[in-house]
């Protein structure tokens, strides 16, 4: 992911606030390892035909504190495989967040309430990564986004941990 781009997708929006991790993965699928057939069923508990809304490019909209619960990688790699490039919400926990910066797998990226109030579901967006700055395009608006921190700029810049090269 480069700072540069600039991200246009579809809004999946749920209303609500601590969606945890048994939401977006239910625990009786965390042995499959197989992350195409882990995607079908990503919010699977809060929405049994998530997985079949969504296309490669898509935005996942929602409340505060989503990912709450385990700290199970499954998460955002359930939601990254169905097409969903990043989560916009009012707060992440902690480990989902890191886990999904970490592992390259989505951008986890903090709006205000406000935002998420405007923004409805269907309603198509770019988000602009050097500008901190996202477009609702269906409606005309622009909303700030909370600038990612340096070291998880840089590490999202690499696409993940594993391919994060720190300077000394």
């Known amino acids: 992911m480069k700072s540069k781009e600039k991200l246009k997708g579809r809004v999946h929006k749920y209303d609500r606030d601590n969606i945890d991790t048994d939401v977006i993965i239910p625990g009786p699928y965390l042995k499959i390892h197989d992350h195409a057939e882990l995607a079908k069923h990503a919010m699977e508990g809060l929405d049994p035909k998530f997985a079949q809304k969504v296309s490669k490019g898509d935005f996942l909209v929602v409340g505060s504190n989503f990912g709450c619960g385990s700290s199970r990688e499954h998460a955002p790699i359930a939601l990254s495989q169905t097409g969903i490039r990043a989560i916009l919400a009012t707060s992440f926990a902690r480990i989902f967040y890191r886990n999904a910066v970490d592992g390259g797998y989505l951008l986890p ?28 395009l269906t409606k005309s608006e622009s909303y700030p986004m909370k600038p990612f921190p340096e070291l998880v700029a840089k590490i999202i810049e690499a696409g993940g941990l594993l391919n994060y090269k720190h300077e000394e």
């Open 109 to 136: 990226i903090e709006v205000e309430k406000s935002a998420v109030t405007r923004i409805s579901d269907g309603d198509e967006l770019e988000i602009d990564l050097e500008r901190n700055e996202i477009t609702n």
